[in-house]
């Protein structure tokens, strides 16, 4: 969107998310480096074509992400970006719109391989029936789906089950941040021929391993899925 648009009389609430957005997709992708100060106040209400009310929400906002910092006499600047509050749903967004789709998938799969084998072990011990029941659910969703499309929103469900079968708050709710991210592999992956024949078999086997309270047998079959999610995304790109 250009600042042009931002021309238009539009509702304050809506002038600041748009100036966040543009500020924030520029601080994440490098346009604003670290420690570098941001256009001042008076400089964004003339870019955007806003009051200083709106654009001061707007710092507010990014400052409650870690992206910024403001001080008296000093203005905005940009943080470090180890400082960053990355599982916030933005900026997780900027940085999958920032990022180069080969490097971004990588940084997730590292992720994945560290989270997932783990959880799908620690849910082999916790679950209880209902938790059972509910991967299950989501289990036949994946198998009834009939495009890669219906495909997703099961094999999200599938994931986020067996996060809140492990009954840690901390790793459901990281689990839950990372939906954005994982939608995204997902729709990579499921661009490969004959998606429910090389998928299902690998979720099925971590479905039987908690079913059986087999917490070894759940993280090996967790390995042997993100692997598969690999060579599907190797294979997509050659």
């Known amino acids: 969107m250009s600042a042009a ?46 009051s200083r009310p709106v654009s001061r929400e707007a710092i507010r906002v990014l400052n409650s992400k870690g992206l910024t910092y403001s001080r008296p006499k000093v203005g905005t600047v940009v943080r470090p970006k180890d400082e960053w509050h ?18 971004f998938f990588k940084t997730l799969s590292t992720v994945r391989r560290v989270l997932e084998p783990e959880m799908a072990y620690i849910a082999a011990s916790t679950a209880t029936d209902d938790d059972i029941a509910q991967i299950k659910k989501a289990y036949d969703g994946m198998e009834r789906a009939t495009s890669a499309e219906e495909f997703m929103q099961p094999d999200i469900e599938f994931h986020l089950a067996i996060a809140k079968a492990t009954h840690n ?8 941040m990372l939906v954005l991210p994982l939608q995204q ?54």
């Not at 924030?24 to 870019?47: A, Q, R, T, W, Y």
């Not at 708050?169 to 839950?176: I, N, P, T, V």
């Not at 992956?189 to 998928?199: A, I, M, V």
Request: charged share 25%; hydrophobic share 35%; with cysteine.
């Open 5 to 50: 648009d931002y021309k238009n009389p539009v509702p304050s609430k809506s002038q600041h998310a748009l100036i966040v957005q543009q500020l924030g997709l520029k601080i994440v992708s490098g346009h604003f480096p670290e420690n570098e100060k941001l256009p001042s106040s008076d400089e964004l209400c003339e870019e955007f074509q806003v």
């Open 86 to 103: 990355m599982l916030d749903p933005d900026v997780l967004f900027w940085l999958i719109e920032s990022t180069p789709e080969n490097d």
């Open 169 to 176: 708050d901390l790793l459901a709710y990281m689990s839950k």
């Open 185 to 238: 592999s997902i729709q990579l992956t499921s661009l490969r021929p004959n998606l429910q024949t090389h998928s299902l078999p690998r979720h099925k086997a971590i479905l039987t391993a908690i079913e059986n309270r087999d917490p070894l047998s759940a993280r090996l079959a967790s390995l042997v899925q993100l692997d598969d999610t690999n060579v599907a995304y190797t294979l997509i790109k050659k």
